[in-house]
């Protein structure tokens, strides 16, 4: 038989089918169906259950990922609720991350994943199920030592709080930047990373618990926004300087105070609205004569090559710290995926600190 090179177009075919034939039979000892959290209607928590769904389909550059554990995100509460749907063409159920193990590898994988090994994905939906598909190029190895409920507490929001900072923020050593939400799971990513990027984090919180967390994460100053005037506290600390580069996922209800507390061709980088979306006011003035970059992210709707570019340079320049213990995700609570209500109920308050995990695979058949 002659020999066929790897590049060529026969090669690739052959691969395809051999691809697809084992597919065929590995799909031939699981059911057709899986299980994954189901929303009959818009509205609370108690509109979820537990059902079954059809498996996702595998493209030719999908990793087939049977999930270990999954995360609660914001956009979860709001994409239940009604108020942010999925982008075209993504899975209706809910999850924005995973970790779990390689399933199955399509015909067109570049990245070296082996069958069986542990990883961790960005997702922009179907997290909340048994197995998921996925672009190969939003698949990241686990570090070493890592386990898969702590992995699945890093794509999501260390992959944006990396956005933040550095493909929009900018962020250099020795600035000064203000880190709005600190016990939220962007928010103790970005205190890391901050720390990590040689700068002086600045945190914000609803809470002693929560700033007294921030610093043991690194934070240089915090203040409680429920009882200090953020500006006023951080304003002495900076030795009139100012903000170099504000976090914030509020919007309206903390405008005001930003404004007066960033610093000259100051960075803003504003991904949420937590605190409305309607001001009254002198923003635009304000701004103009501080020469302020304002600029609104989302990370869902991002097209794929945004999203692998953002994943390779997390890779090459984040990742290698979780090994060495530089860097920690930050886990609140973990929940089973029958207690999905009740973990949604939990973001809904608040109170956490760091990420709510949950637990795809039963205590039976963990990894």
């Known amino acids: 038989m002659a020999f066929v090179p790897r590049g060529h177009k026969a090669f690739n075919t052959g691969r395809k089918i051999w691809s697809y034939l084992i597919l065929l039979t590995a799909t031939r000892s699981m059911s057709s169906a899986m299980k994954a959290v ?37 956009a979860d509460v709001l994409q239940r609720m009604g108020k942010y749907p999925p982008p075209k063409g993504e ?13 199955f590898l399509g015909a067109n994988v570049k990245k070296k994943f082996k069958i069986g090994e542990k990883v961790m994905a960005l997702l922009a939906g179907g997290g909340y199920a048994e197995y998921v598909s996925v672009p190969d190029s939003l698949v990241m190895k686990v570090p070493s030592g890592t386990s898969l409920v702590e992995a699945a507490a890093i794509p999501e929001v260390w992959l944006t709080a990396y956005q933040l900072l550095h493909f929009i923020g900018r962020v250099q050593k020795d600035d000064n930047v203000l880190i709005h939400a600190g016990g939220s799971g962007v928010g103790t990513a970005a205190i890391q990373m901050t720390s990590l990027a040689g700068a002086k984090a600045f945190v914000t ?58 610093g000259l061709d100051g960075r803003w980088v504003l991904y949420g609205l937590l605190g409305g979306s309607n001001i009254d006011g002198n923003l ?10 304002i600029t609104a992210t989302t990370l869902r709707s991002r097209p794929l090559k945004y999203k ?3 994943v390779d340079a997390f890779s090459e320049n984040v990742l290698p710290h979780f090994a060495t213990g530089e860097l920690k995700p930050i886990i609140d609570s973990v929940f089973e995926l029958k207690d999905i209500s009740e973990a949604h109920k939990t973001m809904e308050t608040a109170a956490n600190t760091g990420k709510i995990v949950i637990k795809v695979l039963n205590e039976k058949e963990e990894l």
């Open 284 to 293: 635009f003035g304000q701004m103009l004569s501080k020469r302020v970059q």
């Open 308 to 310: 692998k570019d953002l």
């Open 91 to 103: 899975s209706e159920t809910l999850g924005l991350e995973a970790s779990g193990v390689v399933e």
């Open 205 to 262: 919180a609803g809470s002693s618990s929560k700033l007294e967390f921030a610093k043991k994460l690194g934070a240089y100053h915090t203040a409680n926004y429920k009882e200090d005037d953020f500006y006023e506290v951080f304003k002495k600390e900076t030795e009139g300087k100012g903000i170099n580069l504000i976090l914030d996922p509020v919007g309206a209800s903390f405008w005001q105070k930003n404004v007066k507390s960033i």
């Open 38 to 74: 189901v929303l009959d209607k818009f509205g609370g928590p108690e509109n979820m259950r537990i059902g079954d769904v059809g498996m996702p389909e595998v493209k030719d550059d999908h990793v087939l990922i049977k999930v270990h554990a999954t995360a609660v995100n914001r």
